[in-house]
């Protein structure tokens, strides 16, 4: 294992790092996300614990949903002067899902308890299949 004894200089450097994805704000981590289909629709639960609902926004566009938020950091307003450790991620964060199968886009709902946001929309009734006679 490497000699880690000067690593409080590299965590002071660390702290705040973020990843640049061209967006007007940088993504710095990803909730965790469950994705699955039930009979009737398809379902996204996402961690969301610590984050305020006004945060949070829910976008559907052209069979993907795209999730977007702000954790803040308890001690934001604190300065603190140096962490002795930092688990928790914090900062902007979004995540994109393409659907696996068609929804009804007006179906698409997001609820938020517990610090899940449960995202939910209808799939779409497949076209019954038509036999066509050749003449």
Same mark, same amino acid.
Not at 70 to 97: C, D, Q, T, W
């Given at each position: 294992?490497?000699?880690?004894?000067?690593? #409080?200089?590299?965590?002071?450097?660390?702290?705040?790092?973020?990843?640049?994805?061209?967006?007007?704000?940088?993504?710095?981590?990803?909730?965790?996300?469950?994705?699955?289909?039930?009979?009737?629709?398809?379902?996204?639960?996402?961690?969301?614990?610590?984050?305020?609902?006004?945060?949070?926004?829910?976008?559907?566009?052209?069979?993907?949903?795209?999730?977007?938020?702000?954790?803040?950091?308890?001690?934001?307003?604190?300065?603190?002067?140096?962490?002795?450790?930092?688990?928790?991620?914090? #900062?902007?964060?979004?995540?994109?899902?393409?659907?696996?199968?068609?929804?009804?886009?007006?179906?698409?709902?997001?609820?938020?308890?517990?610090?899940?946001?449960?995202?939910?929309?209808?799939?779409?009734?497949?076209?019954?299949?038509?036999?066509?006679?050749?003449?």
């Amino acid at each position: 294992m490497a000699n880690l004894g000067r690593s #409080g200089s590299l965590q002071r450097q660390l702290v705040g790092f973020t990843i640049r994805t061209g967006l007007e704000k940088s993504c710095s981590w990803e909730p965790a996300a469950d994705v699955f289909i039930t009979d009737k629709r398809v379902v996204i639960i996402l961690e969301a614990p610590g984050i305020s609902v006004r945060d949070l926004d829910v976008t559907y566009e052209a069979g993907t949903i795209r999730v977007r938020g702000y954790r803040k950091h308890p001690a934001e307003n604190l300065s603190p002067r140096s962490f002795v450790r930092m688990e928790i991620p914090y #900062g902007f964060f979004e995540r994109s899902f393409e659907l696996p199968v068609r929804c009804v886009p007006d179906s698409v709902e997001a609820t938020y308890k517990d610090g899940l946001v449960v995202i939910e929309a209808v799939l779409c009734r497949s076209d019954p299949v038509k036999e066509i006679p050749i003449r």
